[in-house]
């Protein structure tokens, strides 16, 4: 039986594809194999010691503490595009309501409860204070255009703006999605000066922390919209302040308030909400539980952040998965090894990325010893072992 732990409220359709005679699954667990995940932070958490994935249902692994998973060979996947169209639905409503002041006009018109017959004239003559402008025309800046970037800059394009990408990472399969009306920026700042509206779909890490800070308010247009549907940490809130406070920012709106930003003027704040669709929370949870299961129960890895893509088909007798340190003479070690120990290699994968190598490993015979597990664990550089039977 395998033990799954469930730490945010995951979708039921994705949770009933675990087998219930093969899967116990509690938001409780004290030693799970298995964690599924949303936005709850894990930093501070022991990792358990049989835990053996983890599954963020979801984008964003910045709640998750990568390094130390990787350390201890556990495995974390997320789930990558799965909840994309409604983050590139809710930022081009952001992007409205960056433009046009509906938030302000809503609890506007709630004040004149009580007012009877005088509203819809109170209503007509109060409306101007709520006016806006178009995007139609006008420059959105898309920084980051992975799964959400690309379809956020299409989405805008054919809304009638001039839309202009920037990132310096970017994958085939995103660049072969992007409109070709999509312009392609040159560097940060033509970018930032040109831009009427910045959104930001990038991953917070190390990296990009800050990413939004006021250097880069600099060099943007006065009165620019700045949209943040990706994470809190990306824009620095005393900078922020700043930019909002000289007229340099217009609106910011964002999918991650926080205290001091809930105390800004001119900001809107939604309550990260970007994923919050029940199509989107059913992809996730059905993409994390079946690449949970394909890890648990074959060993193969699919659209892990921390452990090289593996797949290898099952050829029927016991097979071992190994992780270890990305360094020489690991495989001739393990192999030696199986060979006194008397096992055939029926067949073998080997792959890696950055510090971990990754081994799937079938034999030709039908059970395998679980003490083996324990010589191969011994084998200095081996991260985890583990028999599949
Ligand atoms: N508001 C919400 O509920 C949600 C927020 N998100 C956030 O949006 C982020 C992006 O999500 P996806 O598009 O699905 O991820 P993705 O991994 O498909 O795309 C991220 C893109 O950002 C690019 N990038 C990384 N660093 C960059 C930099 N310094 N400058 C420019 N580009 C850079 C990468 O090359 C990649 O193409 C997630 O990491 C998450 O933080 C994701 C889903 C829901
Ligand atoms: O699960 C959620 O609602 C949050 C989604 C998100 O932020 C992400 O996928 O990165």
């Known amino acids: 039986m395998f033990k799954i732990q469930t730490l945010n409220k995951i979708d039921p359709e994705g949770l009933k594809n675990f087998p219930l005679d093969r899967y116990e699954i509690a938001s409780e667990f004290s030693n799970p194999d298995g964690i599924i995940v949303r936005s709850m932070k894990m930093h501070d958490m022991k990792l358990p010691g049989n835990l053996k994935a983890i599954a963020r249902a979801g984008a964003g692994v910045n709640n998750i503490p990568i390094d ?7 495995v974390v996947f997320n789930t990558p595009g799965a909840n994309a169209h409604a983050v590139k639905e809710l930022t081009i409503a952001g992007l409205l309501l960056a433009s046009r002041d509906v938030a302000g006009g809503i609890e506007w018109a709630k004040t004149l ?16 204070n ?6 139609r025309g006008k420059t959105l800046a898309v920084i980051g255009l992975g799964a959400i970037g690309v379809l956020v800059a299409n989405a805008a394009q054919a809304l009638g703006m001039k839309v202009l990408g920037y990132d310096p ?11 070709r009306n999509v312009g392609r920026a040159e560097g940060m700042e033509s970018l930032l000066a ?17 990413f939004i800070n006021k250097d880069k308010f600099k060099m943007m247009k006065d009165g620019v919209r700045l949209l943040n549907f990706a994470r809190g940490g990306l824009v620095n809130n005393t900078d922020l302040a700043a930019a909002i406070e000289s007229g340099k920012v217009a609106r910011y709106v964002t999918d991650f308030p926080d205290e001091g930003t809930l105390k800004m003027d001119k900001v809107i704040s939604i309550p990260h909400l970007g994923a919050s669709t029940a ?93 083996l597990a324990d010589k191969i664990a011994a084998i200095s550089g081996v991260i985890m072992v583990r028999i599949i039977q």
């Open 194 to 210: 040109n831009a009427d509206y910045v959104t930001l779909q990038i991953p917070l890490s190390d990296e990009t922390k800050n």
């Open 169 to 179: 990472f970017i994958s085939v399969k995103h660049a072969w999605k992007l409109s």
């Open 130 to 135: 709520f006016a806006g402008q178009e995007i």
């Open 68 to 74: 130390k998973c990787t350390n201890q060979g556990v």
């Open 113 to 128: 409860i009580g007012q009877g017959d005088q509203v819809p004239a109170l209503i007509e003559a109060g409306k101007n």
């Open 279 to 371: 199509e989107s929370e059913t992809n996730c949870a059905i993409m994390a539980v079946d690449q949970m299961r394909e890890f648990l129960e074959n060993g193969n890895i699919i659209n892990s952040v921390n452990f090289p893509a593996a797949e290898m088909e099952h050829t029927g007798g016991a097979r071992i998965i190994v992780a270890n340190k990305n360094i020489p003479n690991m495989v001739s070690q393990i192999s030696t090894l199986l060979a006194t120990e008397g096992y055939n290699i029926a067949n073998m994968l080997n792959r890696n990325k950055a510090e971990i190598a990754y081994n799937i490993i079938d034999v030709d015979r039908k059970q395998a010893d679980p003490a």
